[in-house]
């Protein structure tokens, strides 16, 4: 079985640039978390979708972050336009119930120049 | 609101040997769910260890077993015979059973098992 896979693994934008990070989730997952990780600080909370709907975006920083998940499958995360601050490691994991085990994507490293 | 504090960046242990990590939160729940996840190197997380804070019992995973103390709010891991394999980072986390389901990580704890 496939895990939760994310896309890109690496992506280097200058700041004032858009990026859109996807995420598939583990097939049947119906719960779907951003994180975000700035290096040495806590793993930070950023939304949760159960199916397409958003249960919890209460850390989602500020209206340049948008997150959508097309009929309760993959999710995408924009930064529109990036700024430096958001540089960091953004984590995507999916649950089939919770709480229960989180399981991780690999992660998508971002770097805002 | 809930926070998890993970007090130790770094940390290493001789391999074979045993070394505990530290955890503590801040909650007013009752019933809730604490979990080790790691993640090595250039790899993603996985989860080590989960405890219920309804069951007394310690939560054990072979060489990984876990000393919660609620009273304390105190969720320390301990790895027992350390293998060159759990070099990793180590996160704690905090999750209610009610209301929103949000997971709450601590910074994390990276441990360098020496051979």
């Known amino acids: 079985e496939a895990g939760v896979t994310q896309f890109p693994s690496h992506s280097v934008i200058e700041k004032g640039q858009t990026v859109t990070l996807r995420c598939d989730p583990i097939?049947?997952?119906?719960?779907l978390y951003w994180y975000r990780r700035v290096m040495g600080k806590e793993i930070k909370f950023l939304l949760h979708?159960?199916?397409?709907?958003?249960?919890?975006e209460s850390g989602m920083p500020n209206n340049r972050f948008l997150a959508e998940r097309t009929g309760g499958t993959y999710s995408t995360l924009k930064v529109q336009p990036a700024e430096l601050e958001d540089s960091g490691v953004y984590f995507c994991?999916?649950?089939?119930?919770?709480?229960?085990?989180?399981?991780f994507g690999e992660g998508s490293r971002l770097t805002v120049l | 609101a809930q926070t998890v504090t993970q007090s130790q960046p770094e940390m290493s242990v001789q391999e074979a040997e045993t070394v505990t990590l530290s955890c503590t939160y801040d909650?007013?729940?009752?019933?809730?769910?604490l979990f080790w996840y790691k993640q090595p190197p250039s790899r993603q997380m996985i989860l080590v260890i989960r405890?219920?804070?309804?069951?007394?019992q310690n939560a054990t995973e072979n060489r990984f077993s876990v000393n919660f103390q609620k009273a304390a709010k105190s969720f320390s891991l301990k790895i027992s015979d350390s293998q060159l394999g759990d070099t990793a980072m180590y996160f704690c986390?905090?999750?209610?059973?009610?209301?929103?389901?949000?997971?709450?990580f601590g910074t994390g704890t990276r441990l360098k098992v020496l051979a």
């Open positions: 979708f159960v199916k397409e709907s958003k249960q919890d």
């Open positions: 909650t007013s729940e009752s019933n809730y769910y």
């Open positions: 994991a999916s649950s089939q119930a919770v709480p229960g085990e989180l399981f």
């Open positions: 986390a905090f999750i209610q059973d009610s209301g929103t389901y949000k997971y709450i």
């Open positions: 097939s049947g997952h119906d719960n």
């Open positions: 405890q219920e804070a309804y069951k007394q």
